[in-house]
């Protein structure tokens, strides 16, 4: 049968009814960390989707942290839908219209913490496999859902998944996050800088009995608006933008109340976002000769890389790329590219196990992490099917 056909009675049997319905149901599970964490999505996942014909397995993370695979299908040469179950916590909830967890439908759209990012987006993937399962009965190509832990921490789930070899064999992957539905071919890359100034402690009537490390730490803090200048000159990606260096912690002090006590140490952190083509071991480089040109008399420092993760860049002529391409085709939906502002488990999944990756998915993607979140329904749907049709083309 005519592949074109296929995809499109498979995107045709999404459904709508039970996507909206499994992703309430899955809003309606707390899953940030620390706190309840992701096992209670997988104790819900798992059994829904081995009624539905899935071979699952746990993957135990790490204690209360699982991930869940589910397959359709045996054979190299498939697809993996990725999507991952933990979400940030929701914050104060007065600041909160509808209830956080509530799952709320209002014109048009599905309320609650973690409907855009990305629970929607794990149940249109869901609900697309049960499609394709239902146009192409056990393909011959594996169909895998990766569905992971931990992505809005140290991505330890996605980590775990490659190196246990559950990406081996495949010929991409979709990451299902809110980027507007649009084809994101490339993503940024991240460093995450903790810098520790040590210092020597003294009363603060007496600073020259001490050594002060917070003037140097404030100095190295500074100097960052300048090296980030430098940088951007180097690089501006036309999907991605600027590269961007950003202080986000900054620890000091000797203890509560102790205003008049000189710290002996300083912490800051600093997140570092870049564009393909940006060494990261030469931006290490400068950013230690700037901490040590911060430094004052009496002063020492250490800086530590506790996390990289290289910007990725996805060829069109891949086999993935003119999959989704041909479903947005076949979908009548818009072909428009764009870029991932931030790290996801894609990063991994390309930097690690080599696979091509596209990032695509329903959502603003400045709707997640804020009070009042949301998934648009016909966003939601849409996506659906396109992950549908895309994983036809990708598997018959």
Same mark, same amino acid.
């Given at each position: ?6 995809? !499109? ?22 899953? @940030? ?29 790490? =204690? ?28 104060? /909830? #007065?600041?909160?219209?509808? =209830? ?47 569905? /992971? ?63 002060? /490390? ?32 950003? =202080? ?22 600093? #997140?570092?976002?870049?564009? =393909?083509?940006? #060494? ?10 700037? !901490? ?17 993760? /290289? ?18 085709? !076949? !979908? ?41 979140? @949301? ?22």
């Amino acid at each position: 049968m005519d592949k074109n056909h296929l995809a !499109l009675q498979a995107a045709q049997a999404v459904d709508t009814d039970e996507l909206i319905r499994l992703t309430q149901e899955l809003v309606r599970i707390p899953s @940030y960390f620390p706190g309840p964490g992701e096992a209670p999505v997988v104790d819900f996942l798992e059994p829904y989707l081995r009624a539905r014909g899935f071979a699952t397995t746990v993957q135990e993370v790490a =204690p209360g942290r699982p991930n869940l695979i589910a397959d359709l299908g045996q054979g190299p040469g498939g697809l993996i839908l990725e999507g991952h179950t933990d979400v940030v916590t929701h914050g104060n /909830p #007065d600041q909160w219209t509808v =209830p956080p967890y509530e799952a709320r439908i209002v014109e048009g759209k599905i309320y609650g913490r973690g409907a855009c990012d990305m629970k929607g987006g794990l149940a249109a993937a869901i609900v697309a496999a049960q499609a394709v399962r239902q146009v192409l009965g056990e393909p011959h190509k594996t169909l895998r859902l990766c569905i /992971p832990c931990d992505e809005e921490g140290l991505m330890i789930g996605i980590k775990a998944f490659v190196r246990a070899g559950y990406a081996e064999g495949f010929a991409g992957a979709i990451i299902c996050e809110p980027e507007e539905n649009q084809v994101c071919l490339w993503q940024k890359g991240a460093m995450r800088v903790w810098v520790r100034f040590q210092g020597k402690m003294a009363h603060g009537a007496m600073p020259y009995a001490g050594a002060n /490390p917070i003037p140097s730490a404030a100095r190295f803090t500074a100097e960052l608006g300048k090296l980030q200048a430098l940088l951007q000159a180097e690089s501006v990606h036309p999907h991605l933008g600027k590269p961007w260096i950003t =202080p986000t912690v900054f620890q000091a002090g000797a203890g509560e109340g102790q205003f008049n006590v000189i710290p002996d140490q300083v912490k800051v952190g600093v #997140d570092i976002r870049t564009n =393909p083509g940006q #060494d990261h071991r030469a931006i290490e480089a400068r950013l230690r000769q700037v !901490l040590e040109e911060s430094l004052e008399v009496g002063v020492h420092a250490t800086l530590e890389v506790f996390e990289d993760r /290289p910007a990725t860049q996805t060829s069109r002529e891949t086999l993935l790329v003119q999959a989704v391409e041909q479903g947005l085709a !076949l !979908l009548s939906m818009p072909l428009r590219y764009g870029g991932v502002p931030g790290a996801t488990d894609g990063t991994f999944l390309w930097a690690w196990a080599g696979l091509p990756i596209v990032t695509i998915g329903p959502g603003g993607r400045t709707i997640p992490h804020q009070a009042d979140e @949301y998934i648009e329904i016909e966003a939601l749907v849409a996506a659906a099917r396109l992950y549908a049709a895309s994983s036809v083309f990708m598997l018959y």
